[in-house]
């Protein structure tokens, strides 16, 4: 009997004990491990990854895996290599753009469906590159690959080549960086598939990127030095014996279409020609700079890329946006992509991110350059506001200075031309930028400047 009261004892434990008759939980399938990588780099035309190859290769012999993504395949530009062009040439360079990736060991690589874009406006190369779209693709691709820290263009307008679409790849990275840890973003990506073959759901997982670091396409280089780690690429791989510039250099030579000439002019030189030419003017001898973006997971400013990371996800960590700045009742400021880009630093706790200041470009002359502005007006009644230029000897203001009128409670854009002329044939010293300044003045006071340097060139790309 006593036996027998045990044995019901132990049927009603088992029925009590949760889930020990319940069937095996069967675990969520794992994520494809052949594309988890360590680094992510987001760049935005074929060719672009040499900004950091000389860094990658250091990478590499520490063992990183390494993903790259190109905004666009790069169908614009001439071809050096064939007659092939526009979508044909996209076609070429997608695959020279591989193999690049290829000799190094490189694989892990993607496009999105971005469109060239020849202007350094970044808000038109969004804009071409259907932002929404491929902003999706970028998170997908994230979630993909799980990069433990992206390396991307620095989101901003600088002298130099200054490509829209280069930014528009920092712009992208960054809110991807911001978006791909929570799942109430493009949750179709991150939703498992309830019926078998479901063809909508993605099953992806939402994944933090624990740091973004930025390299600044930029010709003045001062502000963003000690604001990130850097890196001699002189020093040899233990994977090749060889200089990682020179890898990056050799990784370098799939770019037919863009670089043909260039690169036959290396092949018929020898080892020390090639040091001597590539490691003194063509800049691949340089060290490598980033600009620590942000980081999640600690680490100093200049430390190496990988201090403070430790394998494993870490939860998703929701950016709060930067306060607004203060403004006077009536006030004037640059429009345009500097005004998107004040926005983009507070929307993504980059306030420190640094950005020339007064705001700098480069453009071509002769030409026109467009000051785009913003005048509020937050008080009470209309105000007259005046717009004047001041410009250096030679350029002329052609619209957009006088008087004009702007509601109360309302901001109203305006935009004064200037037209430059042909910078100096054979100039003594080399072209130093020149100040433009747009003053607004209100009731017999001055309301607020506009300042802009501006270097004319003989060619740059369309502001
Ligand atoms: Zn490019």
Redesign the pocket.
């Known amino acids: 009997m006593l036996r027998f009261a045990g044995a019901v004892l132990t049927v009603f434990l088992t029925a009590l004990l949760p889930g020990a008759n319940a069937q095996e939980g069967k675990p969520l399938p794992h994520a494809d491990e052949r594309y988890k990588a360590d680094i992510m780099v987001v760049?935005?035309?074929p060719?672009?990854e040499a900004a950091v190859t000389p860094y990658l290769v250091r990478a590499l012999d520490e063992h990183r895996r390494i993903a790259v993504v190109f905004g666009t395949r790069?169908s614009s530009g001439s071809n050096e290599a064939g007659a092939e062009q526009a979508a044909a040439l996209g076609d070429v360079r997608e695959i020279e753009a591989r193999s690049a990736l290829e000799t190094l060991g490189i694989n892990n690589v993607w496009f999105l469906s971005g469109k060239d874009t020849a202007t350094q406006d970044v808000l038109v190369s969004l804009g071409n590159w259907d932002h929404g779209e491929t902003l999706e693709q970028m998170v997908r691709l994230v979630r993909l690959t799980r990069p433990e820290v992206i390396l991307t263009f620095l989101p901003g307008t600088f002298i130099g080549?200054d490509?829209g679409?280069?930014q528009a790849s920092g712009v992208l990275a960054t809110e991807a960086f911001d978006l791909a840890g929570n799942p109430a973003v493009f949750p179709e990506q991150v939703a498992s598939p309830m019926k078998r073959l479901e063809p909508f759901l993605e099953n992806l997982r939402p994944w933090q990127v624990k740091k973004i670091y930025y390299f600044p396409d930029a010709d003045r280089q001062d502000i963003f030095r000690g604001r990130g780690p850097s890196y001699a690429v002189k020093d040899v791989s233990r994977l090749s014996n060889k200089p990682y510039w020179r890898m990056a250099l050799d990784a370098f030579r799939a770019h037919q279409t863009q670089a043909k000439s260039y690169l036959d002019k290396i092949a018929q030189m020898d080892e020390a020609q090639i040091e001597k030419m590539a490691t003194s003017e063509d800049g691949w001898g340089e060290d490598q700079h980033f600009v620590l973006g942000k980081s999640l997971v600690g680490g100093s400013v200049t430390g190496d890329i990988f201090e403070g990371i430790t394998p494993g996800a870490i939860p998703y960590a929701r950016q709060e946006t930067a306060p607004e700045p203060a403004r006077p009742d009536l006030s004037v400021e640059l429009g345009g992509p500097w005004s998107f880009y004040a926005e983009f630093r507070r929307a993504h706790g980059l306030t420190n991110l640094p950005h020339p200041e007064p705001p700098e470009i480069a453009l071509e002359g002769p030409g026109t350059l467009v000051v785009p502005l913003r005048i509020r007006n937050q008080t009470a009644k209309a105000q007259e506001v005046t717009l004047s230029a001041t410009l250096p000897a030679g350029w002329t203001a052609e619209n957009g200075t006088g008087k004009f009128t702007v509601a109360a409670k309302q901001t109203s854009a305006a935009r004064v031309e200037v037209n430059l002329p042909a910078p100096a044939d054979k100039p003594e010293k080399k072209a130093e930028p020149q100040e433009v300044t747009v003053r607004a003045e209100a009731n017999g006071q001055i309301i607020g400047e506009v300042k802009l340097r501006v270097e004319l060139r003989k060619r740059a790309l369309p502001q």
Do not use: S, W, Y
Request: aromatic share 0%.
């Open positions: 760049v935005a035309h060719d672009d790069g080549e490509h679409d280069h």
